[in-house]
T-cell receptor
Framework: QKEVEQNSGPLSVPEGAIASLNCTYS??????FFWYRQYSGKSPELIMF????GDKEDGRFTAQLNKASQYVSLLIRDSQPSDSATYLC???????????????FGQGTILTVHP | DAGVIQSPRHEVTEMGQEVTLRCKPI?????LFWYRQTMMRGLELLIY????????DSGMPEDRFSAKMPNASFSTLKIQPSEPRDSAVYFC????????????FGSGTQLSVL
């Protein structure tokens, strides 16, 4: 079992729709969860992070965390063609203290938003 | 700030040659990471430093790979000898305590070993 799993997609949604990206993780002690966006040929950039169960909203983005189910998701409302990218889920392992920033990334989900 | 700076952007070399990748982290950041990205394996952590000290190099694939961070503003990743299976995009990233997991990535080095 991979430590962080994502559906590779591609996920295709029409412009204006809600895109839902999902991620599961295996380390039950994980504390911090991140979503990075990577445009084709570019480097990953951090767009959302969440530490507590529940929802966290930032503009059109909502991160959802359910630690009991070991599940993280990212919702993108009013999807735009400019949202077309690969979305990487990342988890900080339970290092018993500080993780020093060590992250385990999923394989990423390719999102395509078509006009 | 110019962000994380990596060089070169592209490197094409022949099998058996030595390859050196360079990284300048964001000024003031105290953690530095080297990642490798391929289609098959995704983004893999190779090694990371905290305050210039290597913390975990368990992701380094084999002895052909080595990394150094002689000071807070410079790090190198060296592959000697290089092999075709080393072909990948190598990213350097940095972060600042206490937000260690909020990584800022460089533009990457596209390495092709022929």
């Amino acid at each position: 079992q991979k430590e962080v799993e994502q559906n590779s997609g591609p996920l295709s949604v029409p412009e204006g729709a809600i895109a839902s990206l999902n991620c599961t993780y295996s380390d039950r002690g994980s504390q911090s969860f991140f979503w990075y966006r990577q445009y084709s040929g570019k480097s990953p950039e951090l767009i959302m992070f969440i530490y507590s169960n529940g929802d966290k909203e930032d503009g059109r983005f909502t991160a959802q965390l359910n630690k009991a189910s070991q599940y993280v998701s990212l919702l993108i409302r009013d999807s735009q063609p400019s949202d077309s990218a690969t979305y990487l889920c990342a988890v900080a392992p339970n290092a018993g203290g500080t993780s020093y920033g060590k992250l385990t990334f999923g394989q990423g989900t390719i999102l395509t938003v078509h006009p | 700030d110019a962000g994380v700076i990596q060089s070169p952007r592209h490197e094409v070399t022949e099998m058996g040659q030595e390859v050196t990748l360079r990284c300048k982290p964001i000024s003031g950041h105290n953690s530095l990471f080297w990642y490798r990205q391929t289609m098959m394996r995704g983004l893999e952590l190779l090694i990371y430093f905290n305050n210039n000290v290597p913390i975990d190099d368990s992701g380094m694939p084999e002895d052909r790979f080595s990394a150094k961070m002689p000071n807070a503003s410079f790090s190198t990743l060296k592959i000697q000898p290089s092999e075709p299976r080393d072909s990948a995009v190598y990213f350097c990233a940095s972060s600042l305590f206490p937000d260690n997991e909020k990584l800022f990535f460089g533009s990457g080095t596209q390495l092709s070993v022929l």
